[in-house]
């Protein structure tokens, strides 16, 4: 993180404009929080979300993607189920593109509700890979921190939401390592990350506070 200062002068070196706010007292970057539905829910959440649909689209019967896909949607309707989840925060469809990107970053695209509902099913979903490869591993162990923060949500702020970040970022990190050896966009650590990691960790309030 940068200190006050460190923030004013990068600011400065990129020529960037800095807004007047800063020149009142007291007013510094560490009291500005960034918005929690576009960090987490339509950020980390779904980004997550999207790399943990297509990580295990393999592991579903099928003979082609479209097939698995199908089987996937049928596997997420019985969650839904038994877990009583309402209509309203269900997605009401999915298709491939709902998450695969040509030469992309695989996000996930529904509403930012539907997210928040989802977290608990990825961990779910991502045991559906054998734990056998480090690959799979971080990809569970991703899945798991993220639904840990949203569960520590409650509670927050406390130390055990900013440990479950921590690990979220370093698992995701190594993913985006591994996805680099094989030259594939895959896990691109984005902005978002980082700022959903400064909500859980370093907030003195409840992140859903801020939007």
């Not at 009291?31 to 980004?47: E, N, R, T």
């Not at 045991?127 to 990809?139: I, N």
């Not at 993913?175 to 691109?188: F, K, S, V």
Request: glycine content about 4%; charged content about 25%.
């Amino acid at each position: 993180r940068l200190l006050p200062g460190e923030f004013l002068e990068r600011c400065r070196q990129q020529g960037k404009p800095i807004n007047e706010l800063f020149s009142l007292p007291g007013v510094a970057a560490e009291i500005v929080y960034p918005d929690w539905m576009h960090s987490g829910d339509l950020g980390a959440g779904q980004d997550v979300a999207g790399h943990t649909f297509q990580e295990t689209l393999r592991r579903f019967p099928g003979s082609n993607d479209k097939q698995r896909c199908a089987n996937l949607w049928s596997f997420l309707q019985e969650w839904y189920r038994d877990n009583g989840v309402e209509a309203d925060r269900r997605i009401q469809t999915l298709h491939l593109n709902d998450f695969q990107r040509d030469k992309q970053p695989h996000k996930l695209r529904c509403k930012a509700a539907h997210t928040r509902t989802l977290v608990p099913f990825l961990p779910v979903l991502a045991r559906h890979l054998a734990p056998d490869t480090e690959r799979a591993r971080a990809v569970i162990a991703t899945a798991d921190c993220l639904a840990d923060c949203y569960k520590l949500m409650e509670q927050a702020p406390c130390q055990a939401l900013a440990q479950a970040s921590r690990k979220l970022a370093n698992s995701y990190c190594a993913l985006r390592n591994l996805a680099l050896d094989l030259g594939t966009q895959d896990w691109h650590v984005k902005p978002k990350l980082r700022l959903f990691q400064e909500l859980c960790e370093f907030s003195s309030r409840c992140p859903r506070d801020f939007w």
